[in-house]
């Protein structure tokens, strides 16, 4: 039997869950305090909901579940090798809100306004800043194409950050419809954007002429591309610019009414930007896309966007929905780097007894737990080992049941 958790996984010591649990509420006392109310959805999703959602490349990351009993016996007999499978893992908490969205709308508030904090899963490569299984907080709002939707959610997740003590970031918002007009007016077909997108989205990562390159290896038109590499290396990514190349556009309008007014709402505690090179994977968006990136551990740590298509596909009619979304696990190992603290919980004491004492020894704990957090544990043979491995967890101080009525800190007494 194997006692490490499976690759891509991880088990956490009762000082990590403490800290993550405590990031966790916060996150979740913000989101709350703005209106939005917690919902839970399943882990497990039907297969043919996962393979229809348009994930992009999250749909070959998809951990299938093999049908059972006779169900699978005949499909192997059959040597069904694609029909093995009727369920899978989810891989983000958006597919899962938007068929709770279609199965319960008539009991839902309109607008949605609606949390999701919980875990997801996706078929990965093991490596550093990439799990198998992890954390993901949602926010959702479902049922209105109002750009103030956007606005909100961005104001809210950026107050659920800084309430957590991520202080240094920069919210960059662009809108696909914008990019997609462009990508028209240079000459590329309308059928070819979708993976067109996808190289652009890596221009961070390869710079202009890496998205040259790779255009030019999938065999685009060499003339069309040569001219977009041009303007990628030309930097001017403006919204004038934008403006001046696909004229007035209701997308440029709702991303400066977003720049605007989610900018005075910032109060000057983190910058807003316009970004084209802004795609997001999954091909569900439709519209507005966002991320925050923290300024001081370059990388993305929140994005969304809208995916006004996505819930049409349950219920064959158009319900528009935006979401953002808080990498809880980048989030966390940045935070934990910093010796981040549970600021909200009381300091923890051992109450150390003899085990014909219990009744008592949990009654004096009561009478502590009104200031503290009281663990009790038995009188070991070796008080001083216990006592160390207790001052390692963080434990504030102990008392020696029976024999005093003080609580001793670790290297002191107090009363």
Known sequence: MKIKSVKGTNDYLPEQTRIRDYLQNKILEVYTQNGFEHI???????????????????????????????????????????????????????????????NNRNDLISPMKCIQIDRVYRAEQPQKGRLREFIQCDIDILGTSSVNAEIELIATTAKALLAIGMDEFTVKINDRRILRTMLMTMGFAEEELDSICIIFDKMDKIGAEGVEAELMEKGYDSDIVSKFASFLKAGDFTLERMEAMIGDHEAIRNVKKILKDAGELSQGKYDLVYDISLVRGQGYYTGTVFEVESNQFKGAIAGGGRYDNLIGKFLNEQVPAVGFSIGFERIYAILSQQGIEDKDTKKRVALIYNPEDIVKAYEKAEELRKEYVVALYERPKKTGKLLNKLETKGYYGFLNFGQSEEISVMGENVQ
């Open 40 to 102: 839970i959805t399943p882990a497990i999703e039907d297969a043919e909901n996962l393979e229809k959602s348009e994930g992009g490349e999250n749909l070959n990351l998809i951990f299938k579940i093999m049908k059972r009993g006779n169900k699978l016996a005949k499909a192997m007999e059959a040597g069904a090798l694609n029909e093995l499978s009727d369920m899978g893992l989810r891989y983000d908490l958006t597919l899962p809100l938007s068929r709770y969205y279609a």
